[in-house]
């Protein structure tokens, strides 16, 4: 339990942090820590109940395209918070796709974390 409580807490200062990123900047916006923690328990839930049934409805055009249409799935998930977040905001495609490579890379960076000890 305590592992899970880590990660929304490191993917909500992930959402707070992506704002700062230099290119990113204009692309995605978070009003405060509140918006960014409700944000994470949001996207943790979306990506517990939502992404295993996107990923087995789009799963032929996963193995048609090697594995990438999962980045596809990955961005619709996120775009999913921000339309259930207020105070969360990506106008741009280019800003969902940044935001949800940086989260995919403070996933794998958590994961190797916790799944160290």
Request: aromatic residues 16%; proline residues 5%; charged residues 5%.
């Amino acid at each position: 339990m305590s592992r899970y409580i880590v990660h929304t807490f490191f993917i909500a200062g992930v959402f707070y942090a992506i704002p700062f990123i230099p290119y990113v900047q204009d692309h995605f916006s978070v009003l405060d820590f509140k918006t960014a923690l409700l944000a994470a328990v949001i996207f943790g839930l979306i990506n517990s109940i939502v992404r295993p049934v996107l990923y087995a409805v789009t799963l032929p055009f996963t193995i048609l395209t090697f594995g990438l249409f999962g980045f596809v799935v990955n961005i619709i998930c996120f775009y999913m918070v921000t339309f259930v977040v207020p105070g969360l905001a990506v106008p741009t495609l280019i800003g969902a796709i940044l935001a949800s490579t940086t989260l995919a890379i403070a996933n794998i960076m958590v994961d190797r974390a916790i799944h160290h000890d």
